[in-house]
């Protein structure tokens, strides 16, 4: 195919040569990074050499209990995995979790408050229906396996979707993410490649490839199964020259953010002895911008990927699996009965790895038979060599043993509690960066995302908490009273008749605000039967549309991320001890600077926010009622 294309250009001339140099400049891109991917190293100082793939591999490997070098000796013996990098791992993910609930938007104006309150509803309702909790704990669980985590928002039909893209599928700059093409490599299957044919694929080239099958293979060549009906496609994501869109060569030193996807297949030139390519260009565009966000648990200077849980503990997992790979070893010998003896017959026959448990040997007359010495040696010290390595990947992990044993008999409960309060500030500067992560994505791609789907006034229905409830609620029924007031004031006008009107027999100021108040009460009592449920709607105007009144909202209000790492305990102790302290004098917060102190503890504990204080300030007090007098006595 390659040599005919090159007699056409003989014919076409440099026309049809600028035309083949635009098809494969995208192809030889993937192939120069797939080849340093695989091959490249990268120095990041003096003595330290970092090969990216290498470890991801590694990390693979380690989390999965398989041995670098082969499950088994050179004397054939298997290897046991002793893994200490999966329990670390475990410990990292639940220190720094966090759930959709945890995620809300807060007003930086007054006059956003309602608004604010509103998008928060729309983002509870988008990440339901979205599964973004899912996302979460696929995303922390790769953070904290890597260090980073790779993540992916693009549209389909109308929807956000966001995925996190695992390392073993990714080509990328091993030093600088964001400035360099990206390759997501895809396997796909007949149905979903014919599929995406709908979404812009070229659909000669889809036909092309589908005449040439091919099993699934990892990163470095090999076969990950038997399956032949699977088709590799290279999804590249970069600012490229535009000249590969409009094949223009003005445009050769102007770059905009580009997709392509594309695949090729090697062939062999019996002429030249060396492989060229048949390039398949699926779909090539331009888009907005990248789709894809990297974010780190604690970013390493001169890295992609930062140092995770399990790249932590790579030489303390290999120093421990030799550890107990000798202790298996001695074990093995000791359950064997070995005996020797002088007699000739047996010169140069390797009794130690040839007789098996309760073997017999005959040896001729007159000639003695003796154990050997094939008891254990000092497997003491070679349990306590390994938990040495052990604890130092606690140490190096920020992992306090009382986060992955129970507390010793006869240790101090302040001392466990001191213990783990030290260990979980590392993970709470983890949280934080998780949070900054997710503040990121909700401004560069959700928000953007759910504003273009709220081109509606249809109404939201959300579970709200006993607080959102009144919150809400205090917002929502002064003014449905007022209105229903002012619809029943005009129905009663409208009704008068003009001898009515002259009498003046209309509402008066006291009996306009009883039917405000009757109607209020109507309608709480109304929302009291919603239970926790409260129907939204962006205004009582019809043509009012969501997107319409959260314009421009998204860079004007805060992204509020909130961890769940509390001391129960602690707090609970907190609380009883203000309840005490106000119950036996309620007075004391009536002193501005008791009342300050008061709250302070309050929202130190987390336990109860500041707006919930707020709210109950600001609802009305119950006024005591007068105690009944005795009669006098006369």
Known sequence: MVLLLQEIGLLLGDKFKTMIEVKSYVADLVRDMEDDDEKGNTKISKYVIYNQRELVETVDAYVNSKHLSGETDSMGREKPFFNIVTAVLNVWYRATDIDRKNISFRATKPGHIVLAFCASLLLQTWMRKSFFGQFLNNWGRELCKYGSAVSKHVEKDGELISEVIPWNRLICDPVDFNNNAVIEVLWLTEAQLRAKIKNGYNKAMVDSMIDSKEARKTMDGQKKDTKDDYYQVYEVHGELPLSLITKDEDDDEEYTQQMHAISYNAIKNPNKGESEYDNYTLYKGKEEKSPYQIDHLIKEDGRTISIGAVEGSFQAQWMMNHNVKSIKDQLDLASKLIFQTSDGNFVGQNVLSAVETGAILIHGDNQPLTSVANNSHDITSLQAYGQQWKQLVNEIGGVAESMVTQAKSGTAWRQTQAELQEAHSLFELMKENKGLGIEMMMRNFVIPSIKKELDTTEEISEILSEHQIKKIDSMFVPYKAIEEANKIVIDDILNKTPEDIRNGNLFTPEMQEEVIASTGNAVQEN?????????????????????????????????????????KQAVLATLSTVLQTIGSNPMLLQDPKAKLIFNKILSETNAISEMEIMDTENEPQPQPQPQPQPAPIT
């Open 527 to 567: 929302l009291n039967k919603l239970g926790n449920q409260r129907f939204i709607k962006p205004s009582e105007i019809k043509d009012k549309t969501w997107k319409e009144a959260l314009k421009d909202f998204e860079w004007e209000l805060e992204v509020d991320v909130t961890g769940e790492s509390k001391d």
